[in-house]
Each structure stands twice: as structure tokens, then as C-alpha cells.
């Protein structure tokens, strides 16, 4: 049997995940978003967040929220845009968050030095800009590092606490640096890449942390779970890699399913299953 073809690990009766960071606004799932869903509905994900990335995606991330009510919406401007990070276009995202009950979070934002497509000094800005609009909303802050480690930590520090709490969302660094983010009152979110069998660092850190800390996503369409490695992430998919994270518990799937959707749960105040 091919990898491709492995079967999808069963959720008991009963039971939810939440895929708790995609984006479902981008054209890749354009021809086929309902089966998306429903596929991933049928095997037990009772809840995805589609995450905003700048001011158009968090227009399309609400729109598809209000059409599916296992979906929840977040707004934000990601560092790859932090350039248009103008007071007008953070004074819209702020209004979109006000005015629409499916905004759960404020993000993607942070900072990536791997691509660099604003300057370091203009993502820091816009970062710590955006870190106050959301505390100012009450919302939990969904966060992007890409090493970017050093500098996301200390505008989290310099900036929190967060009393609403966050996700370091696709977490990239070793144990040590995801307890200084849990100190922070902020979760970890665990994607694909740990089924990879590269993925050591992020096996262990998905071992250790606790629990109640922990999240699972998909950052679909991208970064699909080895099984489908290097073909289009969807929120179905989430299950592979909670399934992942069980055997490296040495627990079950029922536990882990169980535990995140209740972490998902509280920190974007919402019942995704629950």
C-alpha cells in the first residue's frame, strides 16, 4: 500500500479535533471547499480556523466562516505583508474584528527572517503594532516565527501578558524555547512536520509539553502530513498528526483528540465540538 493511500486513523464515536490553523480562503481549495469539509467533518474534525493574512484573506476568512458554523475566523496581518500594515488598513482589520462574532483570534502575525519580504525593522513594527490591537480587542494572538526566535520572544515579554492567551502556531523551535512560550501564557501548535521522520526536535517538544498546552493544526493547504507529504494539506488531515503526537505519548488518539479540542475550545471561546 502506498503512503498516499494509508487510512485515515479513526476517531471514536463521539469524539472531535480541531484543525486550529488553515486557510481555506486560498485557491486550492477553490474547487472543491465542501468537500473539503465534509470529508473532514465525516472522520470526526468538528472545528477549523481559517486564519486572516492580510486585510483581503481576513474578509474571505469571515465570509467562510459565516458559511459554515464549525469554522471560526481570525484577522491579522501576516509579516509577509507588513508592509501594508498602515494605521488605516490595522484601523479596518480592528473593525472586522469588532463587527463580526465569527472572529475568534487576531493573526497570523509576527516575523520571518527566512524570506524577508518586508524589512526585520518594518515586521517588528508591525508585529508590536498589531500585538496591542489585539489586546486591546481581547482576542488570543496567533503568531508566526519563522527564526525569528530571540525577537518574537522578547515583543511577547515587552508587549504581554496576554491574559487571552495566543498560539506559537506551526512551531519550529526546540523544548527549551516552547516553555519560555508556554510561560507566556501562549499554546503550542503542532503541525504536520512532526510526522516527518527528520522532524526530531518537534517529536520531542510534542512529547513533553503538557497537554494542556498543546494544539494541532494543519497550516493547509501547505505542509501535509507524511502520508500525503508534498501534495495539498486539508483539515482531515489534522488527525494524522494528532495520531503522531499519541504514539510519541505513548497514549491514545481519544486523549489527545479529547484535550486539544477542549484547549481549542477555551482559548478561542467557541464549542468546536466541545
Same mark, same amino acid.
Given at each position: 500500500?502506498?503512503?498516499? &493511500?494509508?487510512?485515515?486513523?479513526?476517531?471514536?464515536?463521539?469524539?472531535?479535533?480541531?484543525?486550529?490553523? #488553515?486557510?481555506?480562503?486560498?485557491?486550492?481549495?477553490?474547487?472543491?471547499? /465542501?468537500?473539503?469539509?465534509? @470529508?473532514?467533518?465525516?472522520?470526526?474534525? %468538528? !472545528?477549523?480556523?481559517?486564519?486572516?493574512?492580510?486585510?483581503?484573506?481576513s474578509h474571505?476568512?469571515?465570509?467562510?466562516?459565516?458559511?459554515?458554523?464549525?469554522? &471560526?475566523?481570525?484577522?491579522?496581518?501576516?509579516?509577509?505583508?507588513?508592509?501594508?500594515?498602515? %494605521?488605516?488598513?490595522?484601523?479596518?482589520?480592528?473593525?472586522?474584528?469588532?463587527?463580526?462574532?465569527?472572529?475568534?483570534?487576531?493573526?497570523?502575525?509576527?516575523?520571518?527572517?527566512?524570506?524577508?519580504?518586508?524589512?526585520? +525593522?518594518?515586521? &517588528?513594527?508591525?508585529?508590536?503594532?498589531?500585538?496591542?490591537?489585539?489586546?486591546?480587542?481581547?482576542?488570543?494572538i496567533i503568531? +508566526? /516565527?519563522?527564526?525569528?526566535?530571540?525577537? #518574537?520572544?522578547?515583543?511577547? $515579554?515587552?508587549?504581554?501578558?496576554? /491574559?487571552?492567551? !495566543?498560539?506559537?502556531?506551526?512551531?519550529?523551535?526546540?523544548?527549551?524555547?516552547?516553555? %519560555?512560550?508556554?510561560?507566556?501564557?501562549?499554546?503550542?501548535?503542532?503541525?504536520?512536520?512532526?510526522?516527518?521522520?527528520?522532524?526530531?526536535?518537534?517529536? $520531542?517538544?510534542?512529547?513533553?509539553?503538557?497537554?494542556? $498546552?498543546?494544539?494541532?493544526?494543519?497550516?493547509?493547504?501547505?505542509?501535509?502530513?507524511?502520508?500525503? $507529504?508534498?501534495?495539498?494539506?486539508?483539515?482531515?488531515?489534522?488527525?494524522?498528526?494528532?495520531?503522531?503526537?499519541? &504514539?510519541? @505519548?505513548?497514549?491514545?488518539?481519544?486523549?489527545?483528540?479529547?484535550?486539544?479540542?477542549?484547549?481549542?475550545? %477555551?482559548?478561542?471561546?467557541? @464549542?468546536f465540538g466541545?
Amino acid at each position: 500500500m502506498s503512503k498516499a &493511500r494509508q487510512p485515515v486513523p479513526a476517531i471514536e464515536n463521539g469524539m472531535s479535533i480541531v484543525d486550529s490553523h #488553515c486557510h481555506l480562503d486560498m485557491a486550492d481549495y477553490n474547487n472543491d471547499l /465542501d468537500l473539503v469539509l465534509s @470529508r473532514a467533518l465525516d472522520h470526526g474534525v %468538528k !472545528g477549523v480556523v481559517t486564519i486572516g493574512i492580510d486585510l483581503l484573506s481576513s474578509h474571505s476568512a469571515i465570509d467562510i466562516a459565516k458559511q459554515y458554523n464549525f469554522v &471560526r475566523a481570525t484577522v491579522g496581518i501576516h509579516p509577509h505583508e507588513a508592509a501594508s500594515a498602515s %494605521k488605516e488598513n490595522l484601523d479596518t482589520i480592528g473593525v472586522l474584528a469588532q463587527q463580526n462574532k465569527e472572529v475568534v483570534g487576531y493573526g497570523e502575525i509576527g516575523l520571518d527572517y527566512v524570506k524577508k519580504y518586508a524589512a526585520p +525593522h518594518i515586521q &517588528r513594527t508591525t508585529f508590536t503594532n498589531q500585538l496591542r490591537l489585539a489586546k486591546e480587542l481581547k482576542l488570543p494572538i496567533i503568531i +508566526h /516565527d519563522r527564526e525569528a526566535h530571540d525577537d #518574537c520572544l522578547k515583543l511577547i $515579554r515587552s508587549e504581554g501578558p496576554f /491574559d487571552c492567551g !495566543g498560539i506559537m502556531h506551526c512551531f519550529s523551535g526546540d523544548l527549551e524555547f516552547a516553555k %519560555k512560550i508556554i510561560d507566556c501564557n501562549l499554546h503550542i501548535s503542532i503541525p504536520g512536520i512532526v510526522t516527518y521522520k527528520k522532524a526530531e526536535s518537534m517529536q $520531542r517538544v510534542a512529547a513533553q509539553i503538557p497537554l494542556e $498546552r498543546m494544539l494541532v493544526e494543519t497550516d493547509g493547504p501547505f505542509l501535509a502530513p507524511a502520508p500525503y $507529504r508534498g501534495k495539498r494539506n486539508e483539515p482531515l488531515f489534522s488527525i494524522y498528526t494528532a495520531d503522531t503526537i499519541a &504514539r510519541l @505519548r505513548q497514549t491514545t488518539l481519544k486523549e489527545i483528540a479529547e484535550q486539544t479540542t477542549v484547549n481549542c475550545c %477555551k482559548l478561542f471561546n467557541y @464549542r468546536f465540538g466541545c
